[in-house]
């Protein structure tokens, strides 16, 4: 078997360095950050995670990834508090028709990201064949620039060199390594990168019954220029964010506890989620990119002996919740080539990972991207007072899927297939009757449940000190 280097001990790095090593590879993982986690998660300061703090949601795909591959870590998960829940069934009852058989796919084991991370760190601690080696940074690649594509063979980190057979990036959306792979001599990769114009304003409460409020509305709601998530997390812990413009100065109060919940007080099923006691203030984050990059360009490796999984390969808008789902199925992705290929033939060896990766996450990328774009312009249009217009068909039908799913219960169970990355738009509209029944809700977006732009603007001005 062969000699991996992981970077970065988040949740994708651990990840994949749990499957690699289970499949008998000698794997370690290189973390700057120093602390492994307290005995308080939520003690542990993850510098080099920017959305440490903010809200998260373990979507079906990822629990079932977990589940099939990782079962220990649902159980870690679980111990420390972590919610099993149901993404479906956080919709009324009127919206679900109830439970049914098959509904079990929308499971989800959940939890605030600190508390997430220290349970997989925990089972990767335990396991065999992994050394993670904290407060080291990663300063260069080490390569062999002899032949027509450069070949990584390792890496400097804390003034010494480790040979690999393979270098894993898994150091997230800040991640440096294709800067990196420019200073080796070769082609550089391809690179898109893209501010997405999104902000978050969010809380965590406590719940004053300890129960995480369920069946109200889906868990990401869009409104009258903004959108709102209410999300489950762990020990009887919730979240709820606003997402809006970064451009949207006239919502900027949001800033300050009592304007975001005045705010948030105006959206009839979010309302109820703010019963309990506020653990945090208003988290906010902004600046965020939508960031891709292929080591594999035009069909020709720029650089082998180096792949990137997770949000260091793609990383989108966080309020969708793909990050950990598309990180572990990246990770599987790896431990199957690395089986079928080995890599003796590190030319092969990065073709198939991009083409594996190209058939399994690219079309959940293309689709969030997609999404991003037009939610991002159809929030701005808003701002203006304007309806959003679009010659895109497919994002009529994104519209009225949710309209539908509202108030049919099959919609319902087909907008949380995707939204649970249990299935891809493609995959979804690819059935015509499906299509159809969907396209019986088409029409301008329906904005119920929460208050217009205008009474939104005069709250936060209003309570703006």
């Known amino acids: ?90 919709r009324p009852p009127a919206a679900t028709g109830g439970r049914r058989e098959g509904d079990e796919r929308f499971d989800v084991v959940t939890g605030r990201r600190p508390v997430v991370e220290a349970a997989v760190a925990a089972v990767a601690e335990r396991a065999g064949g992994i050394r993670i080696l904290r407060g080291v940074a990663v300063d260069a690649l080490l390569a062999d620039a002899s032949g027509a594509v ?64 369920t069946g109200l509305d889906a868990a990401l709601t869009h ?41 948030i007080r105006l959206f009839d099923a979010t309302a109820p989620w703010l019963d309990g006691e506020p653990v945090t203030g208003v988290d906010v984050m902004a600046g965020i990119e939508d960031r891709h990059q292929e080591y594999v360009v035009d069909g020709t490796p720029v650089v082998t002996g180096l792949v990137a999984v997770g949000d260091a ?19 599987q992705l790896l431990r199957d080539v690395l089986a079928a290929h080995g890599t003796d033939d590190a030319d092969t060896l990065v073709r198939a990972f991009a083409d594996a990766t190209a058939t399994t996450l690219t079309p959940y990328l293309d689709s969030t991207l997609v999404f991003d774009r037009h939610r991002l312009a159809e929030i701005e249009a808003e701002i203006a007072g304007m309806p959003y217009r679009t010659d895109d068909r497919g994002w009529a039908v994104s519209t009225a899927l949710a309209a539908g799913a509202a108030v049919d219960p099959e919609l319902a169970r087909v907008h949380t297939m995707i939204g649970g990355m249990l299935a891809t738009p493609g995959e979804v509209f690819s059935d015509a009757a499906v299509t159809g029944r969907v396209l019986e809700h088409a029409g301008p977006p329906r904005r119920v449940g929460g208050p217009t732009r205008e009474e939104l603007v005069a709250t936060v001005a209003g309570t703006r000190v």
Request: net charge positive.
């Open 1 to 90: 078997m062969s000699t991996v280097t992981v970077l970065g001990a988040g949740l994708t790095g651990l990840t994949t360095a749990l499957l690699l090593a289970r499949d008998g590879h000698d794997v370690t993982v290189l973390e700057r950050d120093p602390a492994p986690p307290p005995a308080d998660p939520l003690a542990w300061q993850r510098r080099g995670v920017a959305q440490f703090r903010l809200l998260h949601i373990m979507l079906p795909r990822w629990r079932a990834v977990m589940a099939a591959e990782l079962p220990e870590v649902l159980d870690a998960l679980v111990a420390a508090g972590g919610v099993r829940t149901n993404l479906l069934h956080l």
């Open 150 to 213: 450069p070949q990584v063979t390792g890496v400097r980190a804390g003034g010494r060199e480790l040979a690999s057979d393979v270098v894993v990036d898994a150091l997230g959306r800040r991640s440096p390594v294709a800067g990196w792979v420019g200073a080796l001599g070769g082609r550089p990769p391809a690179r898109e990168r893209a501010d997405l114009g999104f902000v978050y304003y969010a809380r965590h409460f406590r719940a004053a019954s300890g129960v995480t409020p």
């Open 223 to 263: 409104h009258d220029s903004v959108s709102v998530l209410t999300l489950p997390a762990d020990n009887g812990v919730h979240g709820v964010a606003i997402t809006a413009s970064a451009r949207d100065r006239e919502l900027r109060g949001l800033r300050d506890p009592a304007c975001w919940d005045a705010a």
């Open 313 to 331: 390969w793609a990383c989108t808008n966080p309020s969708l919740g793909r990050g950990a789902s598309m990180g572990a199925v990246h990770a």
